[in-house]
């Protein structure tokens, strides 16, 4: 039996990914208004805008096209080398600084939520990294939670290729969670198809432990098998890449455990954005339809093998 994917969730694609727009400049506002007026899209993933005129023309056509925004903050610390889990305070807090700044605008624009990424650490002083986070992490909340409701997620990436960042595997992102969750229950994690191969862990061994603190997730695909070949790390290449882990039969898999521990839901209808970028010189229309065509057949598979 087929059962529209709009019964379970809502499909959302992630700007700063899709264009090049990450560091808040550049075409923002034409390439946003191509996904805003695309039906297939109920969320639209944004990051910081420079400018304040754009950013205000944003929310507008969000308004206008009935679509959702959500805030994705991680290319605050990206680009400027931050680290919410430094050792060293003052960079903490520079790190600190950013994110909040990332909020006031989350907020100005509306936004229904928020997500950003721990740091690199040190295997010596993982702990101390850990509970630097931790300190991060609810503060963040803490001057989110003053300014209205908003979940507030951290992203699960890699921890020894890519971004080697200190969440990280399933069990401690689990812990985390788990930790951050006591004081803030608006809380949760931001799961993503791309980073679990780069995690080193099957689609199940990634979502299982970490099933009740999920508040996001994202599709895509990342290649892994070699730091020789194209694509390699944390590239977010289209579905089907040559040398990548991710297609159509991944996807389905993915949704299935999503469906299956109950993140998918008819409920709740939640959020799984696509996270796709074009490599080298392809055309972002293809890489976006590429995304579109894969995940229509893999809800077609997960159908097939669930309804």
């Known amino acids: 039996m087929y059962i529209p994917m709009s019964a379970y969730m809502r499909v959302g694609i992630i700007h700063f990914m899709a264009y090049p727009v990450s560091k ?7 390439t946003f208004q191509q996904l805003a007026s695309d039906p297939f ?5 944004v990051t910081q805008i420079k400018e304040d005129a754009v950013r205000k023309q944003v929310a507008s056509m969000a308004e206008i096209a009935h679509v959702e925004l959500t805030y994705g903050a991680q290319p605050r610390l990206l ?24 909020i006031d605008e989350a907020y100005a624009m509306h936004a229904k939520a928020y997500a950003f990424l721990s740091g690199p650490y040190e295997e010596a002083t993982k702990e101390a990294s850990y509970q630097a986070l931790v300190a991060s992490t609810k503060e963040l909340c803490a001057y989110a939670e003053a300014k209205g409701p908003m979940p507030i997620s951290l992203e699960v990436f890699d921890y020894d290729v890519d971004k080697k960042s200190l969440i990280g595997p399933a069990p401690l992102a689990a812990r985390f969670a788990k930790e951050i969750r006591k004081e803030f229950p608006f809380f949760g994690l931001l799961v993503d198809l791309s980073h679990i191969p780069l995690l080193h862990e099957t689609i199940e061994e990634s979502l299982e432990p970490v099933r009740h603190y999920i508040t996001h997730a994202h599709m895509g695909n990342c290649v892994v098998k070699s730091p020789s070949l194209p694509g390699y790390g944390d590239l977010h290449p289209r579905f089907g890449f040559p040398g990548g882990e991710n297609d159509t039969e991944e996807l389905a898999r993915y949704l299935s455990s999503l469906l299956s521990i109950g ?21 972002p229309a293809l890489v976006i339809a590429n ?16 309804f």
């Open 24 to 30: 808040g400049e550049g075409p923002i506002a034409q």
């Open 41 to 45: 899209f109920e969320v639209i993933e």
């Open 79 to 102: 680009t400027n080398k931050l680290n919410i889990n430094d050792l060293d305070e003052t960079k903490r807090q520079d790190a600190l600084k950013q994110l909040k700044e990332g």
């Open 263 to 283: 993140y998918l839901s008819t409920e709740r209808r939640p959020v799984v954005s696509f996270e796709v970028k074009p490599f080298s010189d392809e055309d």
């Open 291 to 306: 995304a579109k065509r894969t995940l229509l057949r893999a809800w077609d598979l997960v159908c097939q093998r669930t």
